[in-house]
């Protein structure tokens, strides 16, 4: 029956969109302020206008279609319309928080994911989220001024061939029992959180630590060893040395 992706069935029948309606009177009990837009350029970009303009945190914007999504260092975040979820939010945290916004970000995720579709999502420092070794969702935390946007893109049902390699999935992919978009978000931005124990509770799920890993630095170099730990500022630390920025890879 469900041969219709070359026609566009597959995405109209699973593939419905947001209602912004529910999400944002579900939402604002919370504090938040959500604004579904059909396509933006970069939900980031957009929230950080706002932020530059002197918007208060609570701002959560999310897009059906993102058509320059972005991810660190100039890299690329690809999204069909409404496969997955694509949305930024403006926070306004202390100081001492900073260094481990991006990082609780990526925890939201996590457990949004495993209350929601029991699929079994693990961190890796700071924010991937994976699915075994796949990444099923990335975080994007820029700073503006004292604000940090906060984005996520995560794939929801995203099929094998609509991601951009072999080591990307979604959940769709990986079994997921509801494939919900507004239930999703919502849990999201229920589990986004700032307190010690979600710092314990990233320890729990962060695949990274007690692994021998990779940490590609800034610039060219590469240094290697034992994950040990996550510091008081959200930095990874392997054999002792702390690391705030990087992209690991896990070793076997
Ligand atoms: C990230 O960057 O993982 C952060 C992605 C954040 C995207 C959200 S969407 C809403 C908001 N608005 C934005 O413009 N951005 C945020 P990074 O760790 O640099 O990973 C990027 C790399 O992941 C790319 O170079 C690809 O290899 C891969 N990638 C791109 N799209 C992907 C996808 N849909 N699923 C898995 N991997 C992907």
Known sequence: ????AANGMYGDLDRPPLRPDALSHALEQDG????????????????????????????CVVAEEQ??????????????????????????PVTEQLGWV?????????????????????????????VG?????????????GAVVLGVGLNVTNRADELPHALAT?????????????????????????????????????STLGRKVEVHLPGLRVVSGHADDVDAQGRLVVDGTPYSAGDVVHLR
């Open 1 to 4: 029956m469900n041969g219709g």
């Open 32 to 59: 938040w302020r959500v604004e579904v837009l059909a396509s933006a350029t970069s939900t980031n970009a957009v929230v950080a206008e706002r932020a530059r303009a002197g918007e208060s945190a609570g701002l």
């Open 67 to 92: 058509t320059a999504g972005r991810g660190r260092l100039d890299r690329t975040w690809v999204s069909p319309p409404r496969a997955g979820l694509t949305f930024s939010v403006l926070l306004r």
């Open 102 to 130: 991006p990082l609780l970000g990526g925890l939201a995720v996590v457990r949004a994911i495993r209350e929601q579709t029991g699929v079994d999502a693990v961190l890796k420092w700071p924010n991937d989220v994976l």
């Open 133 to 145: 070794e796949r990444k099923a969702a990335g975080v994007l935390a820029e700073a503006v001024g």
């Open 170 to 206: 979604s959940l769709a992919l990986e079994g997921a029992r509801t494939t919900d978009r507004d239930t999703i978000l919502r849990a999201v931005l229920r589990s986004l959180t700032f307190t010690d124990a979600d710092r314990s509770a990233y320890r729990e799920f962060c």
